[in-house]
């Protein structure tokens, strides 16, 4: 269910882990900039993000996350089928279905930056994400199941919204007591460590 128009798709290794920027801070809040730059500062950066995505245990994961104000996001994660899917995309452009050909699937949706907690967050059962890869070149993702929750979840975040902006007070509250349920486990500097 994925496509790739270009090999750039491969995520970069050797990044640095940083700690997880939290809700609340201003660049989880606003657009981020456009990616217009593909030089080694965006692979770095890139690399950056994969190493802080994998050690915090995540599929996906945006510049905002790390607080970089670009839009880009790095995801690993697999399919309605369980077929995994790894990919890059600056600049993302979401595409999903309308009409009779939108269901929406209600599962558990949890955020890096909101440690912790996981509540259910209704998205269409289906997504299409174009935008650019690490060179420039054309990259396009598409899937069901967690790839399509996810590429809905990280281009938001390249939007300036987090999830719990499409929730409803009862279910924002019932996240809140979770995070904080779990704030030993999360701590600041998390998951870069000491």
């Given amino acids: 269910m994925m496509r790739a128009m270009s090999d750039a798709a491969a995520l970069p290794d050797g990044g640095t882990v940083h700690p997880m920027t939290r809700w609340g801070d ?18 770095s950066l890139a690399a950056d993000m994969v190493a802080t995505m994998y050690a915090a245990e995540g599929v996906g994961l945006a510049a905002c996350q790390i607080g970089v104000d670009l839009a880009i996001f790095v995801f690993d ?4 089928d369980g077929v995994e899917h790894q990919g890059l995309v600056c600049n993302p452009v979401l595409d999903l279905p309308e009409g009779k050909d939108r269901r929406l699937d209600d599962s558990e949706e949890g955020c ?20 650019l890869g690490l060179d420039g070149s054309p990259v396009e993702y598409a899937g069901t199941g967690m790839l399509a929750r996810c590429l809905q979840h990280e281009t938001d975040h390249t939007n300036g919204t987090v999830f719990g902006d499409r929730l409803s007070t009862r279910l ?23």
């Avoid at 994660?77 to 309605?80: L, P, R, S, T, Y």
């Fill in 112 to 131: 890096l930056s909101y440690p912790g907690a996981f509540v259910p967050c209704a998205r269409p059962d289906y997504a299409r994400v174009t935008g």
């Fill in 172 to 194: 924002r509250k019932k996240l809140r007591k979770q995070m904080e349920a779990e704030a030993e486990i999360y701590p600041d500097g998390w998951p870069a460590g000491d």
């Fill in 77 to 80: 994660c697999a399919d309605e």
């Fill in 26 to 43: 201003p660049v989880m809040h606003r657009p981020a900039r456009p990616v217009t730059e593909f030089d080694d500062t965006l692979r």
